[in-house]
């Protein structure tokens, strides 16, 4: 069995100093914590793979193609692969669980 901590897992990407901790990886799937902080710019491009966000904690809204809606802890997005999306406006610092499927590239 794999468990993980939330706490863990963010203070492990913390360390490392980046955006995005992938903590899963497995042949259909992979996962991972995404975190932007209140007032920053998400860079992502679209992706090869459809995906799932949930938010964790944190406030923003979120692009995805023409469609813009608020989310917060407990929301879930699921974004179609190559479809552009960002999420923009964020006032509290954001922590977001993402599933991959087939696994990030």
Do not use: C, W
């Amino acid at each position: 069995m794999k468990a993980f901590r939330l706490d863990e897992l963010e203070a492990e990407r913390a360390a490392n100093d980046g955006a995005y901790l992938q903590f899963i990886r497995e042949r259909n799937m992979s996962v991972g914590l995404y975190a932007l902080d209140a007032g920053s710019i998400d860079p992502q491009q679209p992706h090869a793979q459809d995906e799932v966000y949930l938010v964790v904690s944190g406030r923003a809204a979120i692009t995805v193609g023409e469609e813009t809606q608020s989310v917060a802890r407990g929301s879930v997005v699921y974004v179609p692969a190559g479809v552009p999306h960002k999420f923009h406006h964020i006032s509290e610092d954001l922590r977001v669980m993402v599933v991959f499927s087939p696994p990030e590239s």
